[in-house]
């Protein structure tokens, strides 16, 4: 059984996130979405809050689990004894950084490998702190993100 | 009449600004160069000591206007019936995020365009934090931004 | 009047460039898209097959003429007394060769603005050359371009 | 069973070719390497050769077949029942380029999936057209192709 | 004689700084290995722990001398009677920011001339931050730093 | 004595090519300018006008020597008992190309380092196939060659 890992902040998930997790599912037989704790600065969900919108947001994959990790994304994979770590490629810049990445983790742990996949273009735009940024300001942020984590974005930012 | 915004954190504003601004201004009847209050974390001039060095800056000018927004750029480019936002185009880098800022921009507004266009090259490594950096550390940056902006920039570091 | 020239190949014009013809039309009283001559090596068409389906394609804009030149096209914007020449930017390494282009240019005469403006993000993998690529392995083009072009390319490629 | 292909011009194979084969034997259950025919304008090796040199070079791995095809890659790989194209992504340049044509591809065709995997950082700067050059200037390139291909090389470059 | 400075944060100091260090070594009679002082936010070692963990680094090279400097490196540059900045370039992130500062310090300063090396690709993806990230998850680090900076990175994070 | 090389197609020497000469010529006791032949595939000066023009161009350098060579550029270095391949960077292109070329010279031929120096600003769009191109349609390379290499495109360009 071949198990990839999609590992993440996921501060929150977006239309993006779901559209790369749809992609691994047709080429791996387990897929573990992990929240990587600790790697956010200052969230706006807690890890809590964020393994629940990511748990109601793919509730209808089959094949999916949903987990979190802290320490090397290499030595949790090792644990999952996953043979991938699947990454979305949208632009320059997450190229340099997962490329870095992708090498320091194959130093580590050369028995994983990191698998790129392509978002649909029309998520090329899209990442959590621009949803975050937007939601803040009460832009409608509908379009971007699962209804469940819409109306927690709504809650959240209302109270501020 | 063509109304196009110029946005920016302007902290403070340079000699790079001014020529985008002026640029701007052969292609619009009228260009507002505006404020984001509140983009900085912990910008080194004040709101207000920002639009001031503005309009002491684009004086000289015809068909500009200088004001401050909160909020979402969309929603002000709306309430000030731009079609445009006028940015500058230097590096690399600039171009991705300016790309994601763009897109997202308009699909939250679709009626508003965002307009690229690129300084001298004299300017290409002209920044405001690069300049504050410098002025932080005594260098001379008389030649980076107008003469008032300098003169304010020479009291506020010899003062630390 | 801001009169604004579109220059390119066009071997053939596809919806791409479309989309960012349309949006130079929203900021400018009059756009001429013109077809460099000569600057395609091998072309798939002549000058003439490609001014038709261009003529044919813009046929429902105001405002827009239909043109051809040869030579600098800082030349042929003064002689058009244009003030802006409009370019797409969809990825880096448009973003490169358009900066080196407009900076030359700007050195030639500057009185004329490059205009960058960012194509829907659904254009982002399409260009000509694609097209021309799809169309000889007999793959179905009927979205990439406008419906007479997608006619005279079934035409050429099917003779082949 | 999940079936990958591993389309290329490989004019000649190189190390790095077979770094990225070796990648994707373990996440897939079959990968077929596929000469795309006619991609190369002129070629240093026939089409024959090429094949040859590939099947030599391949024959230590189970799971691996070894093919050509003319047309669009997609069509092919809907042929051979492969749900995803395997692509190396070595540089920048590449990963526009390689975007591009993923985006191209699954617009034509949205089931097949390009998966983009890194080689070792030792083959970034290695690809055939540089091992063609070294090889016509009489450079050492013994670290760079296998060794049948290697002894080929000598071979064609011998004689010139 | 040419005497060269190489600046950077160093903290801690890696092969990679090393493996830049011995090729400006070959260049120039003398080189000036020089931590800025205050530039890093919140450093993981104070100013003297990373000078001593350079002293001890290079101690082997012949024609290296350790310093420290605060103020611009152009300044500073003069005062040791420097004509060449050293810089390593491994990514294209690296570029745009370097050559930023190369054209800014040339400014500042047209004496001093930027010059950059490129490390051994095996250092592409390595810097100080990914070490100290790893170094805290108690990952091993022992192949990207010399032996006196893995004791002491061990040593700092077990406490931890 | 520390020698550099300083290869390239020069077809013709441009100002930015002297620009970068002149700086290496602050770095190293002698400089090689060496004219790669058969390297441009369609010149439009021959091996001997390149150099021609070459040599009345840096007639005003002392320390700087006039060449051209053909085979691998490693080769000749040693051949030149060079320890530095001088190179120019102006934009991204250039960088990923340039650190190809780099890294493929150093894996044959360790003992002589690619040094790579940036130019003025004002000659990031320039580059010897836009002085061609722009001389080609009579537009005016005054600003961008050096005298001799103007009068000798005016009259190559007047005759066609």
Do not use: C, W
């Not at 994959?61 to 043979?83: C, I, M, N, P």
């Not at 950084?97 to 050369?110: F, G, H, I, S, T």
Request: no cysteine.
């Amino acid at each position: 059984m071949k198990i990839a890992i999609y590992p993440g902040t996921f501060d929150p998930i977006t239309n993006g996130h779901l559209d790369i997790l749809e992609r691994a599912i047709k080429l791996f037989d387990k897929v573990i979405i992990t929240v990587a704790r600790n790697s956010a600065k200052n969230p706006m969900f807690t890890e809590e809050e964020r393994l629940d919108m990511i748990r109601t947001a793919v509730r209808r994959y089959k094949k999916v689990e949903v987990d979190s990790f802290t320490g090397l994304v290499v030595d949790y994979a090792r644990r999952k004894k996953a043979t991938a770590i699947v990454r979305g490629l949208r632009a320059i810049s997450d190229f340099e950084y997962e490329m870095q990445m992708a090498l320091m983790n194959r130093n580590l742990n050369d028995e994983v490998e990191t698998v790129f996949l392509m978002p649909n273009e029309k998520y090329t735009y899209l990442n959590s702190s621009i949803v975050r940024e937007i939601a803040i300001h009460k832009g409608n942020v509908k379009n971007f993100v699962p209804p469940n984590v819409y109306r927690k974005l709504k809650q959240k930012t209302s109270s501020q």
